[in-house]
């Protein structure tokens, strides 16, 4: 036997029970992976409060819980490539990942992702990376993000959002972010100009920018790319990744599973030049799932949260 994050009705944080499961064993064409970190994402607690949420993913209950994870391969069955046992890796697999063990297909499938650990990568971080890393990389990429740009980014203070925030700075972008108040002093250690969201947006962003924005991504919700609108940014100049495939003014809806191929490798590259630091707010063990999903779903933490096992 081992353990799993599970739940059998749609609700908050109570729903959630760390239950004794049967051990799964790598199949023909699939790779084990003993589970050290899973990172906690918005759309895991989405998934798991919201019925309609979790139909999109094809997801019904009894469910699992969580996408990202790291560990060691520990398993690898007859046919399966690229990995072998004691390879440190990192990935997404959806439902799955708060579990001692998870099963993954290769070549991964569309709700599956497996990349190798690079060495001075730890596991809690590169458990952080799958979703916010990679929802980041498609934000900017949706929106040529390019050298001299003015990027207004919303939801900067968010685990998405500090990625999009350092990789636009990398890109050669002035970065104009979205938060409370109470993050701007965070927001400005990674090189962005805070703005509060909230009404008034457009004429605080003009007040801040009086020459213009260029391009936006909206992080949570519409509020950015409406005021993006409103400053006369182009629509094919801004992206969405929370407001549905039909967001408002005709703008870009995208996701993680958009991100280019080479992005997580530019990442982690990245992690490991120094140019992008991963904040971890705060590490809970498994058997406070409930606490960690509930101080996330607060929606106040600056940052990543993980789950070590």
């Known amino acids: 036997m081992s353990r799993a994050v599970v739940y059998e009705t749609f609700g908050g944080p109570e729903v959630l029970?760390?239950?004794?499961?049967?051990?799964?064993?790598?199949?023909?064409?699939?790779?084990r992976v003993r589970v050290t970190a899973a990172g906690l994402n918005p759309m895991d607690w989405g998934i798991a409060s919201r019925p309609e949420a979790a139909a999109r993913f094809g997801i019904t209950v009894p469910s699992g819980f969580g996408y990202d994870f790291a560990g060691v391969v520990d398993e690898v069955g007859t046919s399966a490539t690229g990995f072998a046992v004691g390879d440190r890796v990192h990935g997404g697999a959806l439902g799955r990942?708060?579990?001692?063990?998870?099963?993954?297909?290769?070549?991964?499938?569309?709700?599956e992702a497996l990349?190798?650990?690079?060495?001075?990568?730890?596991?809690?971080?590169?458990?952080?990376?799958?979703?916010a890393g990679m929802t980041a990389a498609a934000a900017l990429a949706a929106v040529d993000l390019r050298s001299g740009d003015t990027v207004l980014v919303g939801g900067a203070a968010g685990g998405v959002g500090v990625f999009a925030v350092q990789l636009a700075k990398?890109?050669?972008?002035?970065?104009?972010?979205?938060?409370?108040?109470?993050?701007?002093?965070?927001?400005?250690?990674?090189?962005?100009e805070?703005?509060?969201?909230?009404?008034?947006?457009?004429?605080?962003?003009?007040?801040?920018?009086?020459?213009?924005v260029t391009a936006a991504t909206d992080l949570f919700?519409?509020?950015?790319?409406?005021?993006?609108?409103?400053?006369?940014?182009?629509?094919?100049?801004?992206?969405?990744?929370?407001?549905?495939?039909?967001?408002?003014?005709?703008?870009r809806a995208t996701g993680g599973i958009d991100a280019g191929p080479d992005a997580m490798a530019r990442i982690s590259d990245a992690i490991l030049a120094g140019t992008i630091t991963v904040p971890i707010a705060a590490t809970f063990p498994i058997e406070q799932i409930?606490?960690?999903?509930?101080?996330?779903?607060?929606?106040?933490?600056?940052?990543?949260?993980?789950?070590?096992?």
């Not at 990942?97 to 709700?111: L, N, S």
């Not at 805070?194 to 213009?212: K, N, Q």
């Not at 919700?221 to 929370?242: K, N, Q």
């Open 170 to 192: 990398l890109a050669g972008a002035r970065v104009i972010g979205t938060a409370a108040a109470s993050t701007f002093e965070f927001l400005r250690q990674f090189g962005a």
């Open 221 to 251: 919700g519409i509020e950015t790319a409406e005021a993006a609108l409103a400053l006369g940014v182009p629509p094919e100049r801004i992206s969405t990744v929370a407001a549905g495939p039909n967001p408002p003014g005709g703008v």
């Open 17 to 31: 029970e760390l239950r004794e499961v049967p051990e799964p064993h790598a199949g023909p064409g699939e790779i």
């Open 97 to 111: 990942a708060a579990a001692d063990f998870v099963v993954v297909r290769t070549p991964t499938e569309a709700t």
């Open 194 to 212: 805070p703005v509060a969201y909230g009404p008034g947006l457009a004429d605080r962003v003009r007040t801040l920018a009086p020459e213009g």
């Open 290 to 309: 409930r606490d960690a999903v509930t101080l996330q779903a607060g929606r106040h933490v600056h940052g990543k949260l993980v789950i070590t096992l």
């Open 115 to 131: 990349w190798h650990t690079p060495e001075g990568i730890s596991d809690e971080v590169a458990a952080t990376l799958p979703v």
